[in-house]
């Protein structure tokens, strides 16, 4: 099966700096990528999947990119409630992985 | 609106079982695969069990196949997982979780809201 490495495995930034986050595949899996939002205390939500498009009602301020073996989640202006673990998902090889996730710190 | 409830959780005794149950509205459950992810407490991401939307077709990961069964009742809009022979490493909060996409590979769109099981003597 595809292994998914996130990294870093914690990040801290400060309200309103940009959030990189990045997210590598062991193989291709083309863009059938998909990244998580996992706020404390509640379920996973869905933030890009197609490796850059938007879920329903995220703020523009999330961004996506890349093909192949290297993924990039970006958050432009990092807000207070941007708090969260990040995970990636491959869905292009069965079965379905995730990376191990990053946990995004408010500085 | 879709909603997916989870419930079923608990404390249970090493070698003990349970059956967790995810009860879907706000969507046409019998055309969609259904899977269970779990989250063990401080841990990422793993998905254990997954089912077509017929329930013809399962899978289950390596850490769970032969104990866990996972299984569906389209008639009552309904996902179960049937685990057996529990052990510590199977503590963690148990979502069912919903494609983006039927009838194809997808990323997850709507998640239950997780059900605790916890495995202690």
């Known amino acids: 099966e595809i292994v998914m490495t996130q990294s870093p495995a914690t990040l801290s930034v400060s309200p309103g700096q940009r959030a990189t986050l990045s997210c590598r595949a062991s193989?291709?899996?083309?863009?059938?990528l998909a990244w998580y939002q996992q706020k404390p205390g509640q379920a996973p939500s869905l933030l890009i999947y197609?490796?850059?498009t938007r879920a329903t009602g995220i703020p523009a301020r999330f961004s996506a990119s890349g093909s192949g073996t290297e993924f990039t989640l970006t958050i432009s202006s990092l807000q207070s409630e941007d708090l969260a673990l990040y995970y990636c998902?491959?869905?292009?090889?069965?079965?379905?992985?995730f990376g191990q996730g990053t946990r995004l710190e408010i500085k | 609106e879709v909603q997916l409830l989870d419930s079923g959780g608990g404390l249970v005794q090493p070698g003990g079982s349970l059956r967790l149950s995810c009860t879907a509205s706000g969507f046409s459950f019998s055309t969609y695969a259904m899977s269970w992810v779990r989250q063990a407490p401080g841990k990422g991401l793993e998905r254990v069990a997954g089912i077509s939307a017929s329930g013809d077709n399962t899978f289950h990961a390596a850490s769970v196949r032969g104990r866990f069964t996972i299984s569906r009742d389209n008639s009552k809009n309904t996902l179960y997982l049937q685990m057996n022979s529990l052990g510590a490493e199977d503590t963690a909060v148990y979502y069912c979780?919903?494609?983006?996409?039927?009838?194809?590979?997808?990323?997850?769109?709507?998640w239950g809201q997780g059900t605790l099981v916890t495995v202690s003597s």
């Open positions: 979780a919903k494609p983006r996409i039927a009838g194809v590979v997808a990323p997850f769109d709507f």
């Open positions: 998902q491959q869905y292009d090889n069965w079965p379905p992985t």
């Open positions: 197609g490796a850059s």
């Open positions: 193989q291709s899996v083309n863009s059938d």
